[in-house]
């Protein structure tokens, strides 16, 4: 969804360096949906309409833009519905109806439980049977670009015993891939893993902002609540799960053997490559660029979206067009691979160096974070980008 | 929000045993607040219209309402804007943006803690020093009336150590009450607890069904997800803040004393009678009157609604119109106090026996939970009611 200069908010997609204005090639009668669906705020008109229609503008917007084809020029709308990606507003996608956020890293949850619960067995008994997620706060899930308030809040003092109040010294982020959906389904009815792709539209990168010692000190025995909910950034482009098909490949085992419900066919793990660029304001005065400070991949993951999907909903809760479904943070094997802060730097007690010379164990005030995701380009295959989501940290209020 | 017999969804208000088509009184010219926001399917566009808006209209219904007015007859507007609440339909009074559940009774917590967590401390070290809580499932929240399908999930059975899966055999029910977001907040402003009246418009009554078995297996660490996301029942009326002022009262004594920005001035505890009526099909099919199985006040609860608000947003995190915040179990001292069954029947080791000679532990299929509230109608006190909210337990999918 973007925003040209001067004009309405409306759906596009993304040719290279440019949007191509959707809104625009329906109203010229040329995509096989309704132009409302497009001539709108957000992509949630469209995805209600169904895979069927999904797959088929996808195909559809492919022939348009395939050398030779004139239609687009015949219309008038070469090059007045192609912007440049730099000369509009990229805005929020999707009007978030429920987020959920799972915890679906084998080796995030491991770390985590090492660092939140020291001494005790990292994974919980219930880990490898079900994917443990919970709700976040759709109406903070903000798009990229959004400045990121730094959250006040009680965190336990270790020494005091008793909680302060006062700007988080902890806030971390977690790289994470969401799903968002298109088709809602009914009360009562769970859906099935099979039928997860009738559902599923397509795939964002999530960034879920986290403050450490708010969350510490909040959590038990409810989960997580104020250290989440003051922002999660969303990637602007959707992608397609159809565009993702030749980057899919087999799960990773899962021991011991899941529920029936759990069972998934085919290849739902997604070789997408992901990394997490941190860029100080020290290293922005320098004019240094970005460091990178993780590099991962999405198939590590060890629960797949059909198995999140069907668990989210073997109960009979329904979906509905626009939930934001999250994987969690995306951790692989090695400590350069780590999705947060708090892993990366072990708790704060190993920090970064970083090339101005400065250290980070949590963000300071003035950090940009920017998510970027892809699958291939490499030996051939096309390649497939996510894009970026970014934020930037600002100073707490003063007031509290 | 009701729906006459062959008529749209519009915006009410209770008179007695009848509902004041308020799309119609508002399209004569009678009320001061734009006609749209009442011939709308949810109170949201009304509620974003701010206090002063509100109270307006409350006040300008009351006087048009008064013996003696002959405002709407000379409208045109007698007897036909009047329908009987029973027919009509009552619907789903807003569209629901987040819903937050807090934790908020001190009788409640201490309970659920000593049956979660036999041995332990019940209530957790932070429970005094913050108003728990965690985002529960927006798309779930139905109206009174819609039937509760039985979940199905993971449990763990305490002999094998291994969770199976199969309908929830600790279905409960939660009695709560919520208050109603009218006007929301800037991302990164917290919002003051002095501030709660300009935000909060009014209040519903909330069930919030859990299964106890799916919760117990799951809620470690990120809290309750499939436990308590396939439903929560809301009353139709949402009672008006304005309405309950004089049912406010101090309230309770809080130790250690809360930190500077969880104060609140003013009585904010609210007197408000509750009861919780089981109905089983066995008492149906003889006749025979639903049972109250609990009495209990709202008084009772340690947090209050300024506290809440100012606690969910501390952390600049937003409101929106249609915000959902649930008081969490509402529990007295007594066990004929307590808000669920899993306390009433004690784990369920203490079954409560109903007159038809059946005994329950928690709810089988085919019974009928009603939780109903009132303020007043005592000590010449007027009386304001909120009506009921009710729920049918229907068997679980034979799927899965």
């Not at 687009?72 to 999707?94: S, Y």
């Amino acid at each position: 969804v973007f925003q040209p200069a001067g004009g309405q908010l409306r759906v596009g997609v993304a040719i290279g360096e440019h949007v191509l204005d959707l809104a625009a090639v329906a109203a010229a009668g040329l995509l096989p949906a309704d132009p409302a669906a497009f001539a709108a705020p957000s992509l949630n008109a469209f995805l209600a309409l169904g895979r069927a229609t999904w797959t088929a503008t996808r195909r559809r917007v492919g022939e348009l833009l395939t050398a030779g084809n004139t239609e687009l020029r015949a219309a008038g709308l070469v090059p007045g519905a192609l912007h440049p990606q730099d000369a509009v507003h990229l805005c929020l996608p999707v009007e978030v109806a429920d987020y959920v956020d799972f915890y679906s890293s084998l080796e995030h949850a491991t770390n985590l439980g090492r660092l939140f619960r020291p001494g005790g067995e990292p994974l919980l008994p219930n880990w490898r049977h079900l994917p443990v997620a919970y709700h976040g706060r759709a109406g903070t899930v903000v798009p990229s670009g959004t400045p990121i308030v730094r959250p006040c809040g009680q965190r336990l003092s270790p020494r005091a015993g008793e909680p302060s109040f006062g700007p988080s010294t902890r806030l971390d982020i977690e790289l994470e891939v969401g799903f968002v959906v298109g088709v809602g389904s009914r009360l009562g009815t769970p859906v099935p893993a099979a039928d997860a792709a009738e559902h599923i539209f397509g795939l964002v990168l999530v960034n879920d902002w986290s403050a450490r010692d708010i969350q510490a000190w909040e959590y038990q025995p409810l989960g997580p609540f104020l250290g989440k909910s003051f922002a999660t950034s969303i990637s602007p482009w959707v992608v397609p799960l159809d565009a993702l098909a030749p980057f899919r490949a087999p799960a990773r085992p899962q021991d011991p053997p899941v529920l029936p419900y759990l069972r998934a066919e085919g290849d739902w793990a997604l070789d997408l490559d992901l990394l997490v660029e941190l860029h100080t304001a020290g290293m922005a005065a320098r004019g240094l660029p970005p460091e990178v400070i993780s590099r991962t991949n999405l198939r590590h993951v060890y629960w797949t979206m059909p198995q999140q999907l069907a668990h989210a909903t073997v109960n009979g809760a329904s979906l509905r067009t626009g939930d934001l479904f999250a994987s969690g943070t995306v951790s692989g094997p090695e400590p350069g691979t780590y999705g947060s802060l708090i892993e990366l730097t072990w708790g704060g007690t190993q920090p970064l160096r970083l090339p101005d010379g400065s250290e980070r164990a949590f963000l300071e005030d003035g950090d940009t974070v920017t998510l970027r995701g892809w699958c291939g380009g490499d030996g051939g295959r096309p390649r497939v980008g996510f894009g970026a989501v970014s934020g930037q940290v600002q100073p707490a209020p003063l007031s509290g």
